[in-house]
């Protein structure tokens, strides 16, 4: 299904990371190479420029660990160590909630992980607007939300990548926030993306987890980036008396717990550098490849990391 609603050139082209603050980083990688199948590609400290790049002075010199799947090793999830947040909710806060993996069968995947250390929090079930979309949806060892997801229609018609691995590359990142429309706006007006149709929505997994009834809905749409396959998730959070969704708790210095940051190729740095925590400098190392980079902080509290495309 493709029912885009604007034919706009998006400035970002693809996802080079999801980074995950990890309070436990040797238990995330035996996680993630274990039982997704997931290769540690690089292993390290993080530098205090990018620390403070990011504005999280505190992870300075904290380890961190690269790993990707076989089927895609040039898209990335990146653990970084920070500090846990006490009584820390998935699903329940503003910013990065949530990292969208495509699988190849999703039903095999969910029969292995009912035995692993994931807590398999929904699924396979068909999704609400797209039947022959199937996805499950867990939470990991730092306490963030993956949504492992398989086209079972047509592929070669799909909005979604074809995957190359039983569990491939996230493909879907998802942002939630208080102010929808303000939060759709910037997105579009910064960058150029996509659009899709803007819906009524119930997604079982954040109604339990905020308490919400089930016939309450909230906004959700998905914004295209430029390489197909590539897509985000914008939810709008309910919020007002008896509603918990609020601002993400984070330790000082530190990144986010769980679902920590989104970092994107773009075509020209210069579209952020008026809102950058510190000026863009070029970076080496997996994800980066001497590209210039820089850190900016989106409309719901999220962190983007912008990394200069370079030529292939």
């Known amino acids: 299904m493709a029912d885009w609603t604007s034919t706009s ?8 990371m999801a980074t995950m603050g990890a309070p436990d980083l040797d238990r995330l990688e035996h996680c993630y190479v274990e039982w997704l199948g997931y290769r540690v590609r690089e292993r390290g400290t993080v530098p205090a420029d ?3 790049g990011w504005g999280a002075t505190g992870v300075a010199g904290r380890r961190y660990l690269v790993l990707s799947s076989d ?7 990146r653990a970084v160590e920070t500090d846990a947040i006490p009584g820390y909710r998935p699903l329940t806060s503003f910013g990065w909630n949530a990292c969208e993996i495509i699988v190849d069968d999703v039903h095999a995947l969910a029969a292995r992980l009912r035995e692993s250390p994931f807590e ?3 699924g396979p079930n068909p999704l609400q607007f797209m039947p022959s979309i199937e996805a499950m949806q867990l939470i990991g060892p730092a306490g963030e939300c993956l949504y492992l997801t398989m086209e ?3 592929r070669t018609t799909s909005i979604l990548p074809s995957p190359r691995a039983a569990v491939d590359r996230p493909f879907i990142l998802v942002v939630a926030g208080a102010d929808f429309a303000g939060t759709h706006r910037w997105y579009i007006d910064r960058f150029d993306l996509r659009q899709r149709p803007i819906r009524d929505a119930r997604v079982r997994i954040i109604q339990r987890a905020q308490g919400l009834a089930e016939e309450e809905s909230f906004p959700l749409t998905t914004l295209g980036l430029a390489e197909h396959g590539f897509l985000i998730e914008l939810d709008g959070y309910l919020t007002g008396p008896g509603r918990i969704a609020a601002p993400r708790a984070t330790a000082p210095g530190m990144l986010p717990m769980g679902n920590a940051m989104a970092s994107f190729e773009i075509d020209d740095i210069a579209l952020v550098e008026d809102i950058a925590i510190a000026p863009p400098v070029s970076r080496h ?3 980066y490849d001497g590209g210039r ?3 900016v902080t989106g409309p719901a509290g999220e962190l983007i990391e912008l990394i200069e495309r370079q030529a292939r």
């Not at 050139?9 to 996802?15: A, D, E």
Request: aromatic letters at 4%; proline letters at 3%.
């Open 285 to 287: 190392g997996l994800g």
């Open 9 to 16: 050139t998006p400035r970002l082209s693809r996802f080079r």
């Open 293 to 295: 980079s820089c850190t």
């Open 71 to 77: 089927g895609a090793d040039d898209v990335h999830i």
């Open 120 to 122: 398999i929090i929904d």
């Open 50 to 52: 990018l620390a403070i």
């Open 152 to 154: 079972g229609g047509d």
